[in-house]
C-alpha cells in the first residue's frame, strides 16, 4: 500500500491532467495561457522578458560554483566548470516554466530550453571539451509518477547542439530520496548520503552533468562525487537555473 501511495498519489493524477491539456493546447504560454507566435516554443516572449537571466555565461558559472563551494567546500575539486543561464525564485513566471517541465509532462519545453541552454554553454564549456551528457538520474519510483526526467531532456536539447552522447546508463539514483524543498543544507546531504552509483565499467573521462535546477548544490555534488569515484577525470556542470535567496 505503502508503494501504491508513493507512485499514485493526487499530485500524479493533476499531471496527467496537465498533460492532457498540454496535448490539446500545445500552442499556448505556460505561464500566461497566451497564444503563442509561429517561433515562439513553450512560453511568449513577454514572460521570456520577466525571467531573470544572466548577460554572461562566465560570471554565471562563478555564481553558481560560489554558490556551490558555499555549502560544500569539496565543489570545487568535483566540478572542473559550471554554468547556469537563469537566476530562480518562487513566483517568478520561470517557476511556472519549470513546474511545466518537472510535473506537467512538457518535454518539448524542456528540449526547447535545453537548446537554448547549449548555446549559452559553448563559449564556458566547449563541445571538445566534453566526451558526455549525464542528466543527474531520478529514482526509479520517481520516474514512474513523472514518465520522465526533466534532466534527460534538457540534456537532449543541448546534445543537439554539442553534438555529444547523452548517456544514462553511467550512474543510477539507488536510494528513493524525499524532495529536497524545505531540507537545511545538512539535511540535504544526509537526505543524499550514497544515493547515486555508477552502473557501468568504462566510463567516459569528461562528463557534462546536466540538471534543471541548483539550489545548494547536494543533488550535483553527490552526484559528481560518485562518477569522480569511478574514475571519471573531469565533471562539469549545466544547469538551467540557480536559485537565489528572496
Same mark, same amino acid.
Request: hydrophobic content about 40%; charged content about 25%.
Given at each position: 500500500?505503502?508503494?501504491?501511495?508513493?507512485?499514485?498519489?493526487? *499530485?500524479?493524477?493533476? &499531471?496527467?491532467?496537465?498533460?492532457?491539456?498540454?496535448?490539446?493546447?500545445?500552442?499556448?504560454?505556460?505561464?500566461?495561457?497566451?497564444?503563442?507566435?509561429?517561433?515562439? /516554443?513553450?512560453?511568449?516572449?513577454?514572460?521570456?522578458?520577466?525571467?531573470?537571466?544572466?548577460?554572461?555565461?562566465?560570471?554565471?558559472?562563478?555564481?553558481?560554483?560560489?554558490?556551490?563551494? !558555499?555549502?560544500?567546500?569539496?565543489?570545487?575539486?568535483?566540478? !572542473?566548470?559550471?554554468?547556469?543561464?537563469?537566476?530562480? *525564485?518562487?513566483?517568478?513566471?520561470? /517557476?511556472?516554466?519549470?513546474?511545466?517541465?518537472?510535473? %506537467?509532462?512538457?518535454? &518539448?519545453?524542456?528540449?526547447?530550453?535545453?537548446?537554448?541552454?547549449?548555446?549559452?554553454?559553448?563559449?564556458?564549456?566547449?563541445? %571538445?571539451?566534453?566526451?558526455?551528457?549525464?542528466?543527474?538520474?531520478?529514482?526509479?519510483?520517481?520516474?514512474? %509518477?513523472?514518465?520522465?526526467? /526533466?534532466?534527460?531532456?534538457?540534456? %537532449?536539447?543541448?546534445?543537439?547542439?554539442?553534438?555529444?552522447?547523452?548517456?544514462?546508463?553511467?550512474?543510477?539514483?539507488?536510494?528513493?530520496?524525499?524532495? /529536497?524543498?524545505?531540507?537545511?543544507?545538512?539535511?540535504?546531504?544526509?537526505?543524499?548520503?550514497?544515493?547515486?552509483?555508477?552502473?557501468?565499467?568504462?566510463?567516459?573521462?569528461?562528463?557534462?552533468?546536466?540538471?534543471?535546477?541548483?539550489?545548494?548544490?547536494?543533488?550535483?555534488?553527490?552526484?559528481?562525487?560518485?562518477?569522480?569515484?569511478?574514475?571519471?577525470?573531469?565533471? *562539469?556542470?549545466?544547469?538551467?537555473?540557480? &536559485?537565489?535567496?528572496?
Amino acid at each position: 500500500m505503502e508503494l501504491r501511495h508513493c507512485v499514485f498519489n493526487d *499530485s500524479f493524477y493533476l &499531471t496527467m491532467s496537465a498533460r492532457l491539456f498540454h496535448f490539446l493546447f500545445p500552442a499556448v504560454c505556460v505561464v500566461c495561457g497566451k497564444l503563442l507566435m509561429p517561433r515562439e /516554443q513553450g512560453c511568449c516572449g513577454d514572460c521570456r522578458e520577466g525571467f531573470d537571466g544572466f548577460t554572461d555565461a562566465r560570471a554565471a558559472g562563478y555564481m553558481l560554483m560560489h554558490s556551490i563551494r !558555499s555549502h560544500f567546500v569539496m565543489g570545487d575539486t568535483l566540478l !572542473s566548470q559550471a554554468s547556469c543561464h537563469y537566476r530562480y *525564485s518562487r513566483h517568478s513566471p520561470l /517557476q511556472k516554466v519549470l513546474h511545466a517541465m518537472k510535473y %506537467e509532462g512538457n518535454y &518539448t519545453l524542456c528540449r526547447a530550453f535545453g537548446r537554448e541552454l547549449g548555446e549559452w554553454l559553448s563559449d564556458v564549456i566547449p563541445p %571538445e571539451s566534453i566526451d558526455a551528457l549525464v542528466p543527474v538520474p531520478l529514482h526509479r519510483l520517481k520516474l514512474i %509518477e513523472r514518465s520522465f526526467n /526533466q534532466a534527460e531532456k534538457i540534456a %537532449e536539447g543541448i546534445a543537439e547542439t554539442f553534438r555529444k552522447p547523452v548517456r544514462t546508463d553511467l550512474i543510477e539514483r539507488c536510494r528513493y530520496t524525499e524532495t /529536497q524543498t524545505g531540507l537545511s543544507v545538512s539535511e540535504r546531504r544526509e537526505n543524499l548520503d550514497a544515493a547515486f552509483r555508477t552502473t557501468a565499467e568504462a566510463m567516459p573521462e569528461r562528463i557534462l552533468l546536466v540538471d534543471d535546477v541548483v539550489t545548494t548544490g547536494a543533488t550535483v555534488v553527490a552526484a559528481a562525487g560518485a562518477l569522480k569515484k569511478a574514475g571519471v577525470l573531469a565533471v *562539469s556542470l549545466a544547469a538551467l537555473a540557480l &536559485t537565489v535567496k528572496e
